[in-house]
């Protein structure tokens, strides 16, 4: 029978088989992070409505179209947070956090668009989120890039993945450009679609990131922001270009890389893989210095910088790259015939804590353990049947390599599961 309440359109379930490729790419996010000093925070799902129409902008696909919004029952507007730098940006605020301090701080966590489902689109979908408060140098900039560019070397992707770059300037900068790229539009409105005339007067940028295979040749015409900025946010870019080329970090400038959100100043950023397809990006950032005034009502800005990873898709891009590894859930597995075994199992578990071990549950012949013990991935099996009671002795058996079993008593076989479960 078939069910007739399933999982949300566009969302997923991620599945025991599954779950070990996340725990693999969250231990790697927690090495890495911490081993540049960066702190983690944990923030609701729910946010005011207000807060990311403020930050993100009004006239965005985000705001406009994708946002899962509810009338709570005091008549406040919510939304399911759609991203995670605006919301960074409240709790530091609210929790005073950078008062007079710089912070380095992550997340994890599920993000919710209402968007078109496909490969690598999801409308429940998790991104890791880094976000540095208080640096005003391009040193921060580089550190986050050579810090991304460091997880693909640990994951074995560096080969196929590639960084764009580009610069967005100041607010003031970008009012000039902004006003040239309105002239240049408008003297070809005719050929531009739908969403692009609609963004003509309210947020032209965007329609640098339109994907409309019509525009693009009108789109690579345009005006390039890089020609517009002044000396200091021209040298901000260029130190940030040097760095890279320094570190041997291979790059391209896409002038037409604007960002989906209306809160970046100065230097953006996309590292893309082509064996994803359309949906290429895997992880995205940039400054936005003027969020946080924003956000908070200061007149003063903060400097602020960091990026955003999809999970999915990076997973994704592992499974393409042939770069997961294989996860293990089991180690032992222990074929019975007696409850008392319950209790060995847990005594071994006292003696060696980092075990994974399964002790058979349920009614199940020495055959149909076997069968199970091998399905579950584990290494070794112990038998403790009649005999082995009798003789207070265990059998170790290798599942994976063809070896001679061994009888052992408790205390060796302890001794045997340190060295070789590490």
Known sequence: MGLD????KGMKDILPADIGYWHYLEDKFKSLLGGYGYNEIRSPLLEKSDLFKRAIGQVTDIVEKEMYTLEDKGGDL??????GTAQCVRAVLENGLIHNQSQKLWYLGPMFRRE???KGRLRQFHQL??????FSGPDIDIELLLMTARLWKMLNISDVVTLEINSLGTYEERLVYRQKLVEYFSDHKDALDEDSQRRLTANPMRILDSKESSMQALIKDAPSILEF???QSTAHFETIGHHLSQHSIPFVINPCLVRGLDYYTHAVYEWKSELLGAQSTVCAGGRYDDLVSLIGGQKTSTPSTGFALGIERLLLLLQEKAALPATKSVDVFIVHDSLETLAIAEKIRDEVPHIKLVCHCGEGSFKSQFKKADKSGAEWAIIYGEDERSNKRFT???LRAHTEQQSLGFEDLIIFLKNAIR
């Open 5 to 8: 309440i399933q999982v949300v």
């Open 78 to 83: 919510l939304s399911l947070r759609p991203e």
């Open 116 to 118: 078109r489902p496909q």
């Open 129 to 134: 989120g880094v976000e540095a408060f208080g």
């Open 229 to 231: 900025l002044g000396e």
């Open 396 to 398: 170790l058996k290798s």
